[in-house]
């Protein structure tokens, strides 16, 4: 470091913080760790008092959980709006597109149908999540922000879900000729399996939930 430098850095305590803010984003594009240092090393210290953990830690800990929540939700809200606009522009889905199927075969319902039950289990993950702290789910979206938006893509998935059993049931009787008894039966036999799958989706998100609860506290 040459004397100029020495000289010019003793002098950095007296930089006012937006001149310190210009200098040091400018040192960070350049590289120039030296003088990153210099400048943070200078700059005013000061005391203050924060809440002790764990306290302090499951404050942040629902904060940060209600926010990966609501985030996860409003991404499939996107995709389910994208496949219900495409699948309507299309016109009314047809039998095999309402049928899932192991195949590798496109189409929007079925994205639509995979982000409904998506944003439904990452939702329903929340309340196991509020049941394990003993809060409601209403408390734990105070922590988050856009909470009316992602309650009404819940109220939208459960919407195309239940759609699709509408679908299905007018497909089966109006079209294939089934007896409505045993198109509900069907329908029932499809539900309970689909419920399955939607459990361990919201019991996957809780566990997520918890991890994230505890690194928080435990920081």
């Known amino acids: ?43 005013p210290k000061k005391r203050y008092e924060m809440m002790g953990f764990p306290y302090a830690g499951m404050l942040q800990g629902i904060h940060v959980v209600a926010c990966v929540c609501v985030t996860d939700v409003l ?15 299309n016109g009314l889905p047809t039998a095999e597109e309402t049928q899932e199927s192991d195949d590798d075969g496109f189409n929007w319902w079925a994205v639509g149908l995979e982000y409904a039950r998506s944003a439904l289990g990452a939702w329903e993950g929340l309340g196991l999540f509020a049941d394990h702290l003993g809060v409601t ?6 922590y988050a922000p856009a909470t009316d938006d992602a309650k009404l893509v819940i109220g939208q998935a459960e919407t195309f879900l239940a759609l699709d059993d509408d679908f299905r ?51």
């Open 1 to 43: 470091m040459n004397t100029k430098t020495t000289a010019l850095r003793a002098n950095y305590h007296k930089l006012a913080d937006l001149e310190r803010f210009r200098l040091v984003t400018a040192a960070a594009e350049r590289g120039d760790k030296g003088e990153l240092l210099a400048l943070n090393r200078s700059a």
């Open 75 to 89: 991404r499939c809200g996107v995709y389910l709006m994208a496949a219900w606009f495409q699948e309507t522009a």
């Open 137 to 142: 789910v209403d408390q734990a979206l105070e």
């Open 169 to 219: 049931r007018w497909i089966a009787h109006t079209i294939l000729g089934i007896e409505p008894d045993a198109v509900e039966a069907s329908l029932a036999e499809g539900t309970a399996r689909i419920q399955e799958r939607r459990d361990a989706a919201a019991r996957e998100a809780c566990d997520l939930y918890v991890k994230i609860w505890d690194k928080e506290v435990e920081a």
